[in-house]
Nanobody, 124 residues
Framework: QVQLVESGGGLVQAGGSLRLSCATSGPTFRSYNMGWFRQAPGKERQFVAAINWSGGTSDYADSAKGRFTISRDNAKNTVYLQMNSLKPEDTAVYYC?????????????????WGQGTQVTVSS
């Protein structure tokens, strides 16, 4: 069983930055492809970014490209999401997820384990 714990959320003004972290338990972190998703009130959970097991490959939603960076530190069992130039429309609960199967997952159904989420609020 894998446990994921997100942190780093908070309230920030538009144009500001936040760095989210997702700490995982278990010795097999380096075998998982990881993803970040977000869910705004009344909306479906949507893909933000994904990274493969080694950190050598990543992908982003169009809304995140050029502003967000996903990375991972396998020695620390942690995946990160650096978010710059934040906009009010980035306001959501952000979730990290672990994918057991190979390849980057861009859909919520492709992920097996989920964290509890961390709130990000961007004020205008």
């Amino acid at each position: 069983q894998v446990q994921l714990v997100e942190s780093g959320g908070g309230l920030v003004q538009a144009g500001g930055s936040l760095r989210l972290s997702c700490a995982t338990s278990g010795p097999t972190f380096r075998s998982y492809n990881m993803g970040w998703f977000r869910q705004a009130p009344g909306k479906e959970r949507q893909f933000v970014a994904a990274i493969n097991w080694s950190g050598g490959t990543s992908d982003y939603a169009d809304s995140a490209k050029g502003r967000f960076t996903i990375s991972r530190d396998n020695a620390k069992n942690t995946v990160y999401l650096q978010m710059n130039s934040l906009k009010p429309e980035d306001t959501a609960v952000y979730y990290c997820a672990a994918r057991v199967s190979g390849g980057l997952g861009l859909d919520v159904r492709e992920y097996t384990y989920w964290g509890q989420g961390t709130q990000v609020t961007v004020s205008s």
